[in-house]
């Protein structure tokens, strides 16, 4: 059984900024890619960024320049550092990761979502 644990999230004025963690744990043979979505009231789900088991990172434009995604694979944990947010920033932001464990090759996992939320 394999968990994606987020914490960070909170309430921010606009201009600030915050860091969410995904911590992993469970039966994890490797951690692949992982990743960053939100989900804001009323839209679909979208990709905040991304980053493969090399370091290599990609960012959705509206958020390149502001936000940072990183990991420790040491500690099967991800992370994603946003500055300079914006109330269209507001959002429930979900962490993924792509998991081989002793079991199953490269699945999919979702944690349970943090809120973030942008006052102006």
């Known amino acids: 059984q394999v968990q994606l644990v987020e914490s960070g999230g909170g309430l921010v004025q606009a201009g600030g900024s915050l860091r969410l963690s995904c911590a992993a744990s469970?039966?994890?043979?490797?951690?692949?890619?992982m990743g960053w979505y939100r989900q804001a009231p009323g839209k679909q789900r979208e990709l905040v960024a991304r980053?493969?088991?090399?370091?290599?990172?990609n960012y959705a434009d509206s958020v390149k320049g502001r936000f940072t995604i990183s990991r420790d694979n040491a500690k099967n944990t991800g992370y994603l550092q946003m500055n300079t947010l914006k109330p269209e920033d507001t959002a429930v932001y979900y962490c993924?990761?792509?998991?081989?464990?002793?079991?199953?090759?490269?699945?999919?996992?979702w944690g349970q979502g943090t809120q973030v939320t942008v006052s102006s």
């Open positions: 980053i493969a088991d090399g370091g290599t990172a």
């Open positions: 993924n990761a792509k998991i081989t464990t002793p079991f199953r090759y490269g699945v999919d996992y």
């Open positions: 469970g039966s994890i043979a490797s951690i692949h890619a």
